[in-house]
């Protein structure tokens, strides 16, 4: 098969950030099929843009083999709500133009994740243009999410938001979620029937994590890097609103008697406001890291006693898997989870962490005090949630789950 994927965030070569489509897409090259990628030159997380020397749309092939179409996104993506809005609309229009007269050979499907929502019109319009249908992947609930976080606050442009994401539900052949909370309220909220939703959920990458961490010093690289005699609990991913690391420092600054070390790793539009926030209070004991390859973002999780999933306190996000959650796993690190919901249900199922209230510093302070005293016990959570991703979230093996869906319901396009 030859999929067309639109995917604002798709990741450039050795670029930080979530890595599930990169993976995916590598995996199925190697299964013998066809990738290309519509994507945006603007990264999620705030990091710069790709130096494409003043043009709107690049061409080139990854080093996984798949054809990348780095299409123009908005500068302003990063620069207030309206910016963000004009940071996907700018990519909505410019994929669509790409898709048209860029992406020229015949595909079998159009494959669009989402968020953002908008990148829905680009399905549509391509699906009709070149006659192919499409599918539509819920990575988030939008506008939920949206209006929870106090993202979107135009009574208008919240009507209008719900609206097309009826539409989209209707016109796409098939619907990919990542969370059974998604699937859920698909049937039950928004009237989607049950035999056009399949399940697909985020996972470890165990064969990036088992080769970086085969050779892998643990001892040395905390020497290295400042972290010997530390209790070390890395957070990595996008340091935004949703994300309200706030609560991680208000934690660092009632943990400054301990040994206890925070490192988070990555970026977004309110670090500048974190950072300055840590300096303001002299903290000593939380250290921010820039976005780097995954392969390097690993070996700081090797070196950790825990990682850290935190997400605002908002309803929408109980529904929820964070990416991270899932490459702790794979490197037999205990989850600190600071999200309720089925992200609390994953680690208790899997005795693969401990639990705090999302919100509540004091109760995330008392959790990592139980950790301090515990490490046995932290030690074996590690490998619970090490084996119990092998067995229900290995993205090698949900890669080839998500392609007998692909040619169950769109072979015959082939």
């Not at 790409?98 to 391509?126: N, Q, R």
């Not at 340091?239 to 420092?249: E, F, K, R, S, Y």
């Not at 990555?266 to 670090?271: C, F, H, R, V, Y």
């Not at 090490?386 to 093996?397: I, M, P, S, T």
């Amino acid at each position: 098969m030859h999929i067309l994927l639109v995917h604002q965030f798709f990741l450039k070569d050795n670029e930080g950030g979530g890595s599930r489509w990169n993976d995916m897409s590598r995996i199925w090259v190697e299964k013998g099929h066809k990738m290309t990628v519509l994507s945006g030159n603007v990264h999620y997380m705030g990091l710069c843009s790709e130096n494409t020397s003043g043009k709107y749309f690049v061409e080139k092939i990854n080093k996984d083999g798949v054809k990348v179409i780095s299409c123009f996104a908005s500068k302003s993506y990063h620069s207030g709500f309206f910016g963000r809005l004009w940071g996907y609309f700018s990519f909505t229009l410019s994929s669509i133009y790409a898709g048209l007269f860029y992406a020229k050979e015949k595909y079998d499907l159009v494959l669009v994740t989402s968020p953002p929502l908008f990148v829905g019109l680009t399905a549509i319009v391509l699906s009709l243009a070149k006659r192919i249908p499409f599918l539509f992947e819920v990575r988030d609930l939008w506008p939920e999410s949206a209006v929870e976080t106090g993202v979107l606050k135009n009574k208008l442009v919240i009507g209008i938001a719900f609206w097309f994401e009826q539409y989209l539900y209707r016109k796409a052949k098939m619907i990919n979620v990542l969370t059974p909370a998604f699937r859920d309220i698909l049937i039950s909220k928004k009237n989607i029937p049950e035999e056009k939703i399949v399940y697909i959920p985020n996972a470890s990458d165990f064969a990036l994590a088992d080769q970086v961490g085969y050779h892998f010093n643990a001892a040395a690289f905390r020497k290295q890097n400042g972290l010997e005699g530390k209790f070390v609990i890395t957070y990595v991913g996008a340091h935004g609103v949703a994300n309200d690391l706030i609560q991680v420092i208000d934690a660092a600054s009632l943990l400054q008697e301990t040994n206890c070390h925070f490192l988070l790793i990555g970026d977004g539009e309110q670090k500048n406001e974190l950072m300055a926030e840590v300096k303001k209070r002299e903290l000593l004991n939380i250290r921010f890291i820039t976005p780097m390859p995954k392969s390097e973002v690993l070996k700081f999780v090797l070196a950790s006693d825990m990682g850290i999933s935190v997400l605002k306190n908002a309803e929408i996000f109980k529904t929820i898997y964070s990416n991270k959650t899932f490459d702790y796993f794979s490197c037999k690190k205990p989850v600190l989870m600071v999200i309720d919901g089925i992200s609390r249900q994953l680690i208790e199922e899997a005795d693969a962490g401990i639990f705090a209230k999302p919100g509540d510093p004091e109760d995330l302070v008392e959790k990592i005090r139980y950790c301090l005293k515990n490490p046995d016990e932290l030690l074996r959570q590690g490998n619970n949630g090490y084996h119990y991703a092998r067995l229900h979230f290995d993205r090698d093996v949900l890669a080839v789950k998500y392609l007998n869906y692909l040619e169950k319901y769109f072979g015959k396009h082939q």
